[in-house]
C-alpha cells in the first residue's frame, strides 16, 4: 500500500469568508477531504469507504445485513449490493441467519480480515496526514464534539 501523504489531504487554499462562517460547510469540506484521501488509498484493495465499513463492523463477528446497513446508514438494496460486492472479492461470506430464516448473517473471511487489517492502516494514515495540523489534545476535543452531536 502506498504510504505516501495524500494530495487531498493538504490545504486547498483558503475558504472564503461567505463559506467559511457555517461550521456546516466546514465540516463538509473536512469530511470530503478525508473521504477522497481514504478512498484513493484503499482503491488500491478495490475498496470503497462504504465497504470499508462494512468490514469493521464485522470485524468482532457476524451481522446481519439490515443490522450492517442501520449502523453505515444505507438502505436494503444498497447493503445487498455492499454484501454482493465483497462477496466477489472474497472477503464476506453471506448465509441464511441460524435463529431469522428472513435474514443473512454476513461474516468475514480470512481473506476479509487480511484486508480489514490494510484498509486500517489506510484509515490510520489518512486520520494522521488530514489531522496532522492538530494537537493529540485537540483531536480528542474535536472527536468529543463530533459524537455529542451525531
Same mark, same amino acid.
Given at each position: 500500500?502506498?504510504?505516501?501523504?495524500?494530495? %487531498?489531504?493538504?490545504?486547498?487554499?483558503?475558504?472564503p =469568508?461567505?463559506?467559511?462562517q457555517?461550521?456546516?460547510?466546514?465540516?463538509?469540506?473536512?469530511?470530503?477531504?478525508?473521504?477522497?484521501?481514504?478512498?484513493?488509498?484503499?482503491?488500491?484493495?478495490?475498496?470503497k469507504?462504504?465497504?470499508?465499513?462494512?468490514? &469493521?463492523?464485522?470485524?468482532?463477528g =457476524?451481522?446481519?445485513?439490515?443490522? &450492517?446497513?442501520?449502523? $453505515?446508514?444505507?438502505?436494503?438494496?444498497?447493503?445487498?449490493? $455492499?454484501?454482493?460486492?465483497?462477496?466477489? $472479492?472474497?472477503? %464476506?461470506?453471506?448465509a441464511?441467519?441460524?435463529?431469522?430464516?428472513?435474514?443473512?448473517?454476513?461474516?468475514?473471511?480470512?481473506?476479509?480480515?487480511e484486508? /480489514?487489517e490494510?484498509?486500517?492502516?489506510?484509515?490510520?494514515?489518512?486520520e494522521a496526514d488530514?489531522?496532522?495540523? /492538530?494537537t493529540?489534545?485537540?483531536?480528542?476535543?474535536?472527536?468529543? /464534539?463530533? $459524537?455529542? &452531536? /451525531?
Amino acid at each position: 500500500m502506498n504510504d505516501e501523504k495524500s494530495a %487531498v489531504c493538504v490545504s486547498r487554499g483558503e475558504i472564503p =469568508p461567505a463559506l467559511g462562517q457555517w461550521t456546516a460547510t466546514l465540516l463538509s469540506r473536512a469530511a470530503q477531504q478525508m473521504r477522497e484521501g481514504f478512498e484513493e488509498r484503499i482503491a488500491e484493495l478495490g475498496l470503497k469507504s462504504k465497504h470499508y465499513g462494512t468490514l &469493521i463492523l464485522l470485524k468482532d463477528g =457476524p451481522l446481519t445485513q439490515v443490522e &450492517i446497513g442501520r449502523s $453505515l446508514w444505507v438502505d436494503r438494496t444498497t447493503m445487498v449490493g $455492499l454484501v454482493d460486492d465483497l462477496m466477489r $472479492l472474497g472477503l %464476506v461470506d453471506r448465509a441464511p441467519h441460524p435463529e431469522d430464516r428472513r435474514a443473512h448473517a454476513v461474516t468475514l473471511t480470512s481473506q476479509g480480515q487480511e484486508v /480489514l487489517e490494510e484498509a486500517t492502516k489506510a484509515v490510520d494514515a489518512t486520520e494522521a496526514d488530514c489531522f496532522a495540523p /492538530l494537537t493529540s489534545d485537540e483531536r480528542e476535543q474535536l472527536r468529543a /464534539l463530533l $459524537l455529542k &452531536i /451525531l
